[in-house]
Nanobody, 125 residues
Framework: QGQLVESGGGLVQAGGSLRLSCAAS????????MAWFRQAPGKEREFVAA????????YYADSVKGRFTISRDNTKNTVYLQMNSLKPEDTAVYYC??????????????????WGQGTQVTVSS
């Protein structure tokens, strides 16, 4: 059994920054592709960013490219999402996810095997 627990969400003004953390436990996720998704009220869950274990390649949604950075510390079994220049449209519940297939970065949530419970990010205008 594996578990992912997000933290770091909160309320921030537009233009501000937040860093989300995702702590993994119960098993090692160091060979998994790790990702962040988000879901705003009334909308479907959408891909934000992901990082492969092998090679450390990353991929971002166009809406966050240049503002968000995903990173991971395998020694701490933790994934981070640094969010800068936040906009009101970034308001959502942010979820951490893990995909056992590290062969490619999937942007569809159906490929991910483990999910956290989510952390709320609210950006005020």
């Amino acid at each position: 059994q594996g578990q992912l627990v997000e933290s770091g969400g909160g309320l921030v003004q537009a233009g501000g920054s937040l860093r989300l953390s995702c702590a993994a436990s119960g098993r090692t996720f160091k060979t998994y592709t790790m990702a962040w998704f988000r879901q705003a009220p009334g909308k479907e869950r959408e891909f934000v960013a992901a990082m492969r274990w092998s090679g450390g390649s990353t991929y971002y949604a166009d809406s966050v490219k240049g503002r968000f950075t995903i990173s991971r510390d395998n020694t701490k079994n933790t994934v981070y999402l640094q969010m800068n220049s936040l906009k009101p449209e970034d308001t959502a519940v942010y979820y951490c996810a893990a995909d056992a297939n590290d062969g490619f970065i999937a942007t569809s949530s159906t490929f991910y095997d483990y999910w956290g419970q989510g952390t709320q990010v609210t950006v005020s205008s």
